[in-house]
């Protein structure tokens, strides 16, 4: 049974009235995590985003990133920013995903919440289109994610 679900949107006609934006539940679910984030994107290009992963790696939380990069050459420069990061802290993880077209938009925080949905770490995805997901805070269901994506790193 789950615990507790939360839809999440973006937006102006499907935030508010009790529906949160993606942008504000990334912000406090990252400022909220207390040992462990693990995320995947499709592309990043929120410098937002960054600040939240370095906030957090400046706590002293290991952040593990999954990104679909086929070819380094296109880092957009939020994904230079987090590559520059790895100088500075041990404890952050990019796995480049390059076989396969990682699409899946998922944050997981400390093992428990789950929070994923359609939008990319953009500003598209985070203010401009119509984007759709749920917060899920279930131990199991984030085990089987992390699960999943630690697949990806696997020969």
């Not at 939360?6 to 504000?24: H, I, N, Q």
């Not at 929070?115 to 199991?140: C, H, I, Q, W």
Request: hydrophobic content about 45%; glycine content about 8%; overall charge neutral.
């Amino acid at each position: 049974m789950v615990n507790k679900v939360l839809a999440v949107a973006t937006g102006e006609k499907w935030v508010g009235y009790g529906v949160r934006s993606f942008s504000s539940m990334i912000e406090e679910i990252m400022n909220c995590a207390e040992k462990e984030l693990v995320m995947t994107a499709y592309v990043i290009s929120d410098m937002g985003i960054v600040k939240n992963i370095k906030n957090a790696l400046e706590k002293g939380i290991s952040v593990e990133i999954f990104i679909y990069l086929p070819d380094p050459a296109h880092r957009t420069g939020a994904t230079d920013e987090i590559f520059g990061l790895k100088d500075d802290y041990s404890y952050l993880t990019i796995h480049m995903i390059r076989n396969e077209i990682l699409h899946a938009k998922v944050l997981v925080a400390d093992g428990r919440k789950v929070l994923a949905g359609s939008a990319n770490p953009t500003f598209g995805g985070m203010v401009k289109n119509y984007e759709l997901g749920f917060l899920v805070d279930d131990g199991r269901i984030a085990q089987k994610i992390l699960t999943m994506l630690r697949k990806l790193t696997t020969r």
